[in-house]
């Protein structure tokens, strides 16, 4: 059933509409100048500034906690004061991950930078704050999630491999368990998205040649990792002296809330209700606009004010992020607007809700195909904004 | 020595480490972007106005600056409408300059849009991406020479930083030089060259106005035989350094070589040659360097030059071949491609190319390394 699409558009018409959106992508891309380098710019100076800063200040409130930096005794205001410093150098961490992980690393690694043409700020050479390494996420998040977005059996995104978020999955009572270890992927997220890339079936009962390149990946994964946990874990900590577990636990925290926030507004991308999948045969023979027909269908946006798009890394338009990848994502908010009136005149449906809606009826969706059967709400779609 | 510089590297290693996956001189970078080592940059410290349309540019250039030979040039990253543009301009100043700076002097090219910009819009306290000192047009340091200068326009400006190296240090040598320029208000450093001439007497300055003076077309002023016989009679006896526009260079050229003395003269030019691209717009002969080694293949104009790559037997890195995913971007060496979604010509060096959506616009040059892990 999934290759039924909600609207029974002519071939000619999605033609048509493909041709629109070319239109916008490139009265955008001819935009670009100086007010957008400017953006991109002053976003990584204040992300690196306020990643600096909250170490700083969480290495001194761990200092006035344990008297280690006057050497005097600390009342129990001392010890207030070093906490709340703590506590707001953990916040700031926890922001300042991620800004660097959604609104800057995600984009510039999608080539959204590269018409800068920057030595540093460019898809090619960029590495970002988390222990997934930027080479195993262009591959699987650019490569086959962009390009297959939905389609059964080719997007591995689709219930990231564990995850039953569709009918179409067969049941097995593993899935019982999913809420479960739903709510420890959000609290691992970035572990999650590290491995995401590994095959683990290949890695047990592959060929030969299919085990050399999964050890590869794992391998490449641990490095990185290793140098992540390193940081957080080890030297940023040791700094503190005898703070060592106050740092310790303030780094976790503020990889915890990146980890939640951010595997937030992932999920809401793709799993909200209305979102549709496709079958393989939708794919055969597709042309561009047939292409960003299925991306269109195959995205739900969250709607909020301009700064909880930064804070979403502008995935909270993920249509348009999907329609247009490596369009810069400061443009998102501005198309926006067009898009939708696209859909409109088309018939098309636009998923956007507030988080609530979209979280929520994610979350029921995970909660619902933990158990066998269920059916797809895919022509829930609404067809205008969800208030 | 050795000791002590891996020792530092170890401690660089580790204060990296808390920077994982930066380096600590990003974090450097936001305090001032001069002590950055990650890259180099220079700080716009002074813009003077030589000419009407050439402006001399003061550079504070970032810590990891080697000290430049005079005659050499430097790249220069500029940023016009958010994109980068990278071009080759001749250090002026001299190595021997006091405070650290460094100075090049750039005359508007016609429809020059990095010139252009630099000599109307920079503005002090702009920091700039730099490259190290490169070139080799250069005097001997250990050797005494007696040197002839034919330059023209800003062609001067390697020449420049000899002469105020020679009058700093105080060894000006036996030194001859012809300069042609339209009219005297077109000369960059005009009196300077006269203060200097008049205050070091084994300078000789000859200026050559092909505008001025006199009725016939200007190319009668231009360089020739009689005319150097004239202003330099022992030229025969002469080292020659000449730098200036190509007309000037050929002519330069030819008569050395019709003389016999072509290996005492150097030349510098400032563009590199650039591929023709055909009028009708056809393909051409595009070349992938891989570490160092090319490989060529014919391409026409609108087969992607990822597939010509891969039917001249190479595997470049790709995902969607279809402009999406970015993961076969590689830079342009040298050339012009064309974005065949766009039609939007490609030839700025450097540049990322989508291979998979670009074609050949004439010939073309692309490096295609793997990406650094």
Request: proline share 5%; charged share 20%.
């Amino acid at each position: 059933m999934t290759n039924v699409l909600p609207i029974d558009l002519d071939p000619a018409v999605i033609e048509q509409l493909g041709h629109e959106l070319d239109e916008i992508y490139d009265a955008t891309i001819a935009s670009l100048g100086e007010r957008d380098e400017r953006y991109i710019r002053r976003l990584i100076r204040t992300q690196r500034t306020l990643a600096l800063g909250s170490r700083v200040a969480m290495l001194a409130g761990a200092a006035v906690r344990r008297r280690g930096l006057l050497r005097r005794k600390v009342g129990a205001t001392g010890r207030r004061a070093g906490t709340a410093l703590l506590g707001l150098g953990t916040a700031g961490l926890g922001l300042a991950k991620i800004l660097e992980n959604m609104e800057i690393g995600h984009n510039v690694m999608h080539g959204q930078w590269d018409w800068m043409n920057d030595p540093e700020i460019n898809s090619t050479i960029w590495e970002w704050d988390t222990v997934c390494s930027a080479d195993h996420w262009k591959h699987g998040h650019n490569i086959v999630h962009h390009t297959w977005t939905n389609v059964l059996g080719k997007d591995r995104d689709i219930g990231y491999e564990i995850l039953r978020t569709t009918s179409e999955k067969p049941w097995n009572p593993v899935y019982l368990a999913q809420p479960i270890y739903n709510t420890l992927l959000a609290l691992m997220f970035e572990w999650g998205v590290g491995l995401h890339e590994l095959d683990f079936d290949k890695l047990a009962s592959g060929t030969k040649e299919q085990k050399a390149e999964q050890l590869e990946l794992f391998q490449g994964f641990l490095r990185k990792a290793a140098r992540q946990a390193a940081k957080d874990y080890v030297l940023w900590p040791s700094l503190a002296g005898p703070g060592f577990v106050d740092v310790v636990i303030a780094d976790t925290v503020a990889n915890l809330i990146r980890n939640i926030w951010s595997y937030t507004i992932i999920f809401c991308g793709h799993f909200p209700d209305g979102v549709h999948l496709f079958d393989r045969s939708v794919i055969e023979d597709e042309t561009r606009a047939g292409w960003y027909l299925r991306q269109l269908l195959g995205s739900a946006n969250i709607t909020g004010g301009p700064r909880f798009h930064v804070l979403a890394g502008n995935l909270s338009h993920q249509i348009e992020h999907h329609l247009f990848p490596d369009m810069p994502s400061n443009r998102y908010q501005q198309v926006a607007p067009r898009i939708e009136a696209l859909c409109v005149r088309y018939g098309l449906p636009y998923n956007a809700g507030p988080l609530r809606r979209q979280f929520g009826t994610t979350i029921r969706k995970i909660w619902r195909y933990a158990l066998p059967g269920g059916t797809d709400t895919v022509s829930e779609a609404p067809a205008l904004r969800v208030a | 020595m050795s000791l002590m510089s891996t020792a530092r590297s170890r401690v660089a290693d580790v204060v990296n480490l808390f920077a994982t996956p930066l380096q600590a001189s990003h974090y450097v970078e936001l305090v001032n972007p001069l002590w950055s080592s990650h890259k180099l940059q220079a700080r716009v410290e002074e813009v003077w106005d030589e000419t009407a349309d050439a402006r001399t540019i003061t550079l504070r250039p970032g810590r990891n600056w080697r000290r430049h030979r005079a005659g050499q040039h430097l790249r220069l990253g500029v940023p016009i409408g958010g994109r980068r543009f990278t071009r080759t301009y001749s250090i002026s100043s001299s190595p021997e300059r006091r405070d650290g700076c460094i100075t090049v002097t750039v005359k508007v090219l016609d429809g020059g849009r990095m010139s252009g910009h630099l000599v109307r819009n920079l503005e002090v306290g702009t920091y700039l991406p730099i490259g190290l000192p490169q070139g080799d047009f250069v005097v001997p340091e250990s050797t005494p020479v007696r040197p002839l200068f034919i330059t023209a326009g800003s062609g001067l400006t390697p020449v420049m930083s000899m002469l105020r190296t020679w009058d700093i240090v105080g060894n000006m040598p036996d030194v001859a030089h012809i300069h042609y320029a339209p009219h005297r208000y077109d000369v960059i450093y005009g009196a300077e060259l006269v203060e200097l001439a008049a205050r070091r007497p084994r300078y000789r300055y000859e200026a050559v106005l092909t505008r001025e003076g006199g009725d016939g077309p200007s190319t009668a002023r231009h360089f020739d035989r009689a005319q150097l016989d004239a202003l330099c009679p022992d030229w025969m006896e002469r080292e020659v350094w000449a730098c200036g526009p190509q007309s000037l260079l050929a002519a330069v050229e030819q008569h050395f070589e019709a003389a016999g003395r072509s290996r005492f003269l150097h030349v510098e030019r400032f563009r590199a040659a650039l591929a023709e691209v055909p009028a009708d717009a056809a393909g051409g002969r595009a070349t992938f360097v891989i570490d160092g080694a090319p490989v060529s293949a014919d391409a026409d104009a609108t087969t992607p030059l990822l597939r010509v790559a891969e039917d001249a037997g190479l595997n470049p890195e790709h995902g969607c071949r279809m402009g999406i995913c970015h993961t076969c971007d590689i830079p342009l060496v040298a050339g012009r491609v064309r974005d065949l979604r766009t039609g939007d010509v490609i030839d700025e060096p450097g540049q990322l190319v989508q291979i998979c959506i670009s074609g050949a616009a004439g010939d073309c040059e692309l490096a295609l390394t793997a990406p650094a892990t």
